[in-house]
């Protein structure tokens, strides 16, 4: 299951290999890949906190406040990569993060009813 659970971070970097193959910007692969990990771990972070939180409001907080965050985060860094070093690199950065969140939401939801509930009073 753990290998299910990062099949999005091996994906990343068989991406590599890709972007150097076709002759793709590698500042793309940089941004797609490091916005798509930073994101990520924000994500795990925020996660655990409203998981060892009681208060309703504290872990809706958090949890609303990482999505809109991160999704602003992305779509700010990939814009911004775009305009700094060309459409070619906003473009290739955008798709391979696309792609791995894709795998990522995939993956989630076919190893979600495997795991442990967890069994909180």
């Known amino acids: 299951m753990r290998f299910l659970r990062n099949l999005d971070l091996v994906v990343a970097v068989l991406a590599l290999a ?3 193959a076709a002759s793709l910007p590698i500042v793309g692969w940089i941004t797609g890949a490091g916005i798509y990990v930073l994101q990520r771990a924000i994500a795990t972070f ?3 906190r409203a998981h060892d939180s009681e208060d309703a409001r504290t872990i809706v907080g958090l949890m609303a406040g990482s999505m809109i ?3 602003w985060l992305v779509a700010l860094t990939i814009f911004a990569v ?3 070093a060309g459409n070619a690199a906003g473009l290739s950065a955008a ?3 696309v792609a791995l969140f894709t795998v990522y939401f995939t993956t989630q939801m076919i190893v979600r009813p495997f795991e442990k509930e967890d069994r909180r009073p």
Do not use: E, H, P
Request: a positive charge.
């Open 95 to 97: 798709v391979l993060f």
């Open 82 to 84: 775009g305009l700094l």
């Open 18 to 20: 890709i972007f150097i």
């Open 46 to 48: 925020t996660a655990r």
């Open 69 to 71: 965050g991160r999704g």
